[in-house]
């Protein structure tokens, strides 16, 4: 039975969705401590030894790999997106997502959250949407159904950027051959010092090469979206705290639908991150909603 919403504004609602996918997945945190142990990018950092600047990015990187979860916020502008900002929380094992999300020209719409849990993304609007789907806030997209593997490659989804993680990403200035200090500053209560660099997507390949294989995968689908965003160089900027743990990062270049200029801030790591799926008569099912756009 075909849904009382509206072919253009079930499309619209997708497009949306989709929009927000473009910064909400992935599965490695953003820095950390190999026993677990629950820390907090809050406050002043206890102050470390001085490094070169070489030795310091390396250092944030390494600890980027144990982190189990986080929390961040980001701001700026996506290839062919235009202006986002929002808030997210992320557990890497298991799983599991939630982002809360306004893009520019959204309108009475409002912000767009997202959760990832269970193998689903559920995409939820506000009462404004929820006019337009017939009552029901959110969407959902059945992971397994979209093909998706059972360890959920959110990148399989095809969905722009989807698959990536900020945290991850900020280590890609380890590759850069000009890293250079740029002096100390206080991101979010934090004293840090901060480093810049350029990179390009050439040499992100060649450090690929040493890296272990299960960090290659993932950077190699980062990769994968970059180019096809037509991003062949970024220039880059992070932040670090006194205890060698990536505080904020922010990432430039210039892609074929326009700019990328991406600020992300970490709130705090190795936090419990606790998410839940939307009750199920508020949700429908967004691979058969687009079914009926594709019949209509």
């Known amino acids: 039975m075909r849904s009382s919403v509206s072919v253009r504004s079930r499309s619209s609602v997708a497009a949306t969705g989709l929009a927000v996918l473009l910064l909400a997945t992935g599965a490695v945190g953003c820095g950390g401590n190999d026993d677990g142990a629950k820390s907090s990018a809050k406050g002043d950092s206890v102050k470390a030894p001085a490094m070169a600047p070489v030795a310091a990015v390396a250092a944030a990187a390494k600890n980027a790999d144990d982190i189990k979860s986080f929390r961040y916020r980001m701001t700026g502008s996506i290839p062919g997106e235009g202006q986002v900002k929002g808030d997210a929380a992320m557990s890497v094992e298991p799983l599991a997502m939630s982002m809360k999300m306004t893009a520019a020209g959204q309108g009475a719409d409002g912000p767009v959250e997202i959760r990832l849990i269970d193998k689903a993304i559920y995409i939820g609007g506000n009462p404004e949407t929820a006019k337009q789907m017939g009552g029901k806030s959110w969407l959902k997209l059945d992971m397994s159904a979209a093909g998706a593997d059972d360890k ?15 945290a991850s990403e900020s280590t890609f200035l380890a590759g850069a051959k000009d890293i250079k200090e740029v002096g100390t500053e206080t991101v979010d209560g934090v004293k840090t010092t901060h480093y810049k660099g350029t990179i390009t997507l050439d040499e992100l390949r060649a450090k690929l090469k040493s890296e272990e294989p299960s960090l290659r995968k993932r950077h190699e689908q980062s990769l994968e979206q970059y180019e096809t965003l037509g991003i062949d160089k970024m220039a880059m900027d992070m932040w670090i705290d006194g205890e060698s743990h990536t505080k904020q990062f922010r990432m430039r270049g210039e892609a074929k ?6 600020l992300i801030t970490f709130l705090d790591y190795n936090q419990p991150v606790k998410v839940t799926a939307p009750p199920a008569k508020d949700t429908m099912d967004l691979s058969q909603m687009m079914q009926g756009v594709e019949q209509s």
């Open 152 to 166: 959920l490659n959110t990148g399989q989804l095809g969905a722009g950027e989807a698959g990536k993680n900020p």
């Open 257 to 262: 639908k326009g700019p990328l200029d991406m």
